[in-house]
């Protein structure tokens, strides 16, 4: 209900609806992947790189050193273990650390190393010495503004007397008090307060000007029009770097808003693909059935990790009780559970402490680093209108086979949904092969 602060009379019911439509799923997503991510996240496509200036060089670096950095700096990054720069690091940082600045407008996937980046830019170009706010860095909201927040503690380790404010609702700052901190981070409308209403730090004295997940802040009621105010206050020499995980038409619309004269730089992501999956499935009259069929997988294959993924939190509460019963360690995604909590869940399951993860779908979208070899779908995903909802099919399963390792994956059906079956076969011109439950020579 924080948002309501932000949006003055009656635009606040609307925005507060918003909210839970957009916000909540996106920026946790967003959470959840970063609180979940221990690594890069590899990419075989080349970085597209869009010059503002096209007959200017293009530099790429292999290393840390070649960008000359700060030595104080140049530890912080090898203190977190980084020893070259990731693959869109490679074209953006030269860009971003140049002289003289260069706006950059940036879009991959995340876990690919953007704030990584951002936040090595922010800390070569502060000014230790100077005891005011010369970066600032806008986040959808006060979690993610934190985690960005760590990145710069950690990297700028070694760099004294940088210090880091967040510009988020909760903290409080007295009417009349200065931000020394040179580095800002916060939401839209909290640092249009500190700026204007409390005149706490002047826009006019930012250097670097960063965006971060711009397209979670455009899904976000208010949070353009906000960050657009204050993107115009700051003065004409500032370097302006956006950055976004996706990229349609809405995003770069408010990119190019945001970031005057920019070079592009974007990774496309790994698209997934069912090639590496073998599909099967069971008909089954009702629960009981499909548990039973679940079991009979269980009993036939060495099953190494598997997800399974139920329609509704009551089936999926209904069928971790039937597998513990008969004692499987099983791990579950439900929706009561916080972020934290939901990360926590993930990171046992990925350590190996259970074999079973059961989620329903609400839970486990955007999740991008759970790798399995085997996926269950106890339901198949249909849309509002029971339709089949290709995308989501493609997103559980095409997770059991990546990096070119063979997955399985089961459908478990009731005869009346099987033309929904077939209509993803036909989507996706693949085959879903048929299993009996009591004959399962079929399967290898
Ligand atoms: P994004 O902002 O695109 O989601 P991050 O900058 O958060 O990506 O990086 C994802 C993960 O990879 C983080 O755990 C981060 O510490 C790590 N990382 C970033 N850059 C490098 C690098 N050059 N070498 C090794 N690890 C890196």
């Not at 946790?28 to 200036?53: A, G, M, P, T, Y």
């Not at 409080?172 to 909290?190: F, L, N, Y």
């Not at 208010?222 to 038409?249: K, N, P």
């Amino acid at each position: 209900a924080w948002l309501l602060h932000y949006l003055p009379g009656e635009e606040a019911v609307f925005s507060f609806l918003l909210f839970h439509v957009y916000l909540a799923d996106l920026a946790e997503n967003s959470l959840l992947n970063k609180l979940i991510r221990k690594s890069l996240v590899e990419s075989s496509h080349r970085v597209e790189v869009l010059q503002r200036d096209p007959s200017s060089p293009l530099f790429s670096v292999k290393t840390f050193e070649e960008l000359h950095l700060k030595e104080e700096l140049l530890r912080g990054v090898y203190a977190m273990g980084f020893n070259r720069p990731s693959k869109i690091q490679e074209t953006a940082l030269p860009m971003m650390v140049a002289h003289p600045p260069q706006n950059l407008i940036a879009q991959s996937q995340s876990g690919t190393g953007k704030t990584a980046a951002f936040v090595l830019a922010m800390l070569s170009r502060v000014n230790a010495a100077v005891k005011y706010p010369q970066c600032l860095c806008l986040a959808p909201t006060f979690e993610l503004a934190l985690q960005t927040g760590r990145v710069v503690e950690q990297m700028g380790k070694f760099c004294a007397d940088v210090k880091v404010s967040y510009a988020v609702r909760g903290n409080k700052v007295p009417r009349g008090a200065v931000i020394k901190e040179q580095i800002v981070i916060g939401t839209p409308g909290t640092t249009l307060d500190w700026c204007f209403k409390l005149r706490l730090m002047d826009l006019k004295k930012i250097s670097v000007f960063v965006l971060d997940e711009a397209d979670v802040m455009i899904n976000t009621q208010g949070f353009s029009d906000q960050s657009i105010r204050v993107q115009r206050a700051l003065s004409q020499d500032c370097q302006m770097l956006l950055f976004s995980a996706t990229f349609e038409d809405a995003v770069w619309q408010f990119a190019e808003r945001i970031v005057p004269d920019p070079n592009v730089i974007k990774l496309r992501r790994e698209e997934l693909t069912l090639n590496n999956i073998r599909q099967y499935y069971f008909l089954c009259e009702n629960n009981s059935e499909k548990y039973k069929a679940l079991c009979n997988v269980y009993g036939s294959i060495t099953v190494g990790q598997a997800i399974v993924f139920c329609q509704t939190r009551r089936n999926a509460k209904w069928l971790s009780l039937q597998m513990i019963r008969d004692g499987h360690q099983v791990a579950m995604l439900s929706g009561e559970l916080t972020v934290e909590q939901r990360a926590a869940v993930i990171q046992r399951f990925r350590d190996g402490k259970e074999k079973v993860l059961i989620t329903t779908n609400v839970c486990a979208r955007g999740i991008d680093v759970i790798q399995v070899t085997i996926v269950v779908n106890f339901n198949l995903p249909t849309n509002q209108l029971q339709h089949p909802d290709f995308e989501t099919y493609l997103h559980r399963i095409g997770r059991a086979g990546r990096f070119g390792k063979k997955g399985l994956a089961f459908n478990m059906i009731e005869r009346y949904n099987l033309s929904l079956l077939h209509r993803i076969e036909e989507h996706f011109q693949t085959k879903i092969k048929k299993l009996d439950p009591d004959d399962m020579d079929e399967l290898e």
